[in-house]
């Protein structure tokens, strides 16, 4: 796995070369349309020569000068052996790239400080094996430079490859740019081609690491003076555990406590108790000022929330999500609060 590390922009007044070759590679980047699905061709693989390639070039140039200067027949021979192996060397190169086809996984959702993975399946329909297949997410700030990880491709076969993104922050972002490179077989030329996938990836609020316990239930309309609850994450309301009950009225935490402490005793949630009380997760009421502290306790709740088996609700500015339980309701207040 190849994780992007981002750096901090470069001072154009300081690097003005620098500054200038990233304008222009952003502005290139940019024209180039989004898809999650790239098939290489002659159109959109690249080639120049590489530093160890333009030494080559040098040394050959001096070769023959001095082949020429002393009538080195053996000089020729072996200057024009040299070129001769560059020249295949460049077309295997090129065509080590061209003709392969790259697609793009729809990436899952992460969290603010996590890393998202780029799932990524090369396919070759060429009967030989393509070799030195190198992949990285660009940097955006330092477009030219990318972390690459290496792959093999065998004949009429794909391999699958999965590199790293660090996510900037909570939101929807859009994929940056990514990389595909070879230098395969002599490493003196190096082809790559830049593709722009279509596909975004969801950053969810980083959760709060310690938080408090979960909000005490609201009592449901008609069931007031009835309800009560703990202010202690769990709600008031369990009995010792009946043979028949689901498993998603079990309270598996506490069931964890004692089985840690060497009984074995489950117990289930009381329905008629839940019924009176509903789990409301209020933006307006987490004991924090900071928007993005608030957001961040809203996510370790719903996390909390989620894990215990609990039905909430979710309240922030502009939306209300109706009290639920469940990977769909836990998908549903994270977009909620990754998108606030």
């Known amino acids: 796995m190849n994780t992007a590390t981002?750096?901090?922009?470069?001072?154009?007044?300081?690097?003005?070369?620098?500054?200038?070759?990233?304008?222009?590679q952003r502005w290139f980047h940019e024209r180039m349309p989004r898809s999650d699905t790239l098939v290489l061709t002659q159109r959109n693989v690249y080639i120049l020569p590489t530093r160890a390639g333009l030494m080559m070039a040098f040394t050959l140039l001096l070769l023959l000068v001095a082949s020429i200067n002393y009538q080195l027949n053996m000089g020729y021979l072996l200057t024009f052996l040299l070129a001769g192996s560059a020249v295949v060397g460049m077309h295997l190169c090129h065509g080590n790239l061209r003709g392969l086809t790259l697609h793009l996984t729809q990436p899952l959702p992460v969290h603010a400080g996590q890393a998202a993975a780029l799932d990524i399946r090369l396919t070759s329909e060429r009967k030989g094996a393509r070799h030195g297949i190198g992949l990285g997410v660009t940097d955006p700030d330092h477009p030219g430079d990318a972390h690459l990880a290496w792959t093999d491709v065998p004949a009429q076969g794909s391999t699958q490859l999965q590199v790293a993104w660090a996510t900037p922050r909570r939101g929807l972002h859009a994929l940056p740019a990514l990389t595909a490179v070879t230098l395969f077989p002599l490493g003196t030329f190096r082809v790559w081609t830049v593709w722009r996938p279509a596909a975004q990836v969801l950053v969810y609020p980083a959760p709060e690491a310690h938080p408090p316990p979960l909000p005490a239930g609201e009592p449901q309309?008609?069931?007031?003076?009835?309800?009560?609850?703990?202010?202690?994450?769990?709600?008031?309301?369990?009995?010792a555990y009946r043979r028949g009950d689901p498993q998603k009225t079990v309270v598996w935490k506490k069931a964890a406590q004692a089985f840690a402490a060497g009984r074995d005793d489950l117990v289930s949630r009381d329905t008629l108790s839940s019924q009176r009380q509903q789990l409301w997760l209020d933006h307006a009421h987490c004991g924090v000022t900071d928007l993005e502290a608030r957001l961040s306790r809203l996510t370790a709740w719903v996390l909390m929330a989620d894990r215990l088996g609990l039905d909430y609700g979710?309240?922030?500015?502009?939306?209300?999500?109706?009290?639920?339980?469940?990977?769909?309701?836990?998908s549903r207040c994270l977009e909620a609060l990754a998108l606030v």
């Open 6 to 24: 981002l750096r901090p922009s470069v001072l154009p007044w300081r690097h003005p070369l620098r500054a200038l070759r990233n304008r222009l």
């Open 221 to 239: 309309p008609g069931h007031a003076s009835s309800a009560r609850h703990q202010s202690t994450g769990e709600f008031d309301g369990v009995r």
């Open 314 to 330: 979710l309240r922030i500015p502009g939306r209300e999500m109706a009290p639920d339980q469940g990977p769909s309701q836990r």
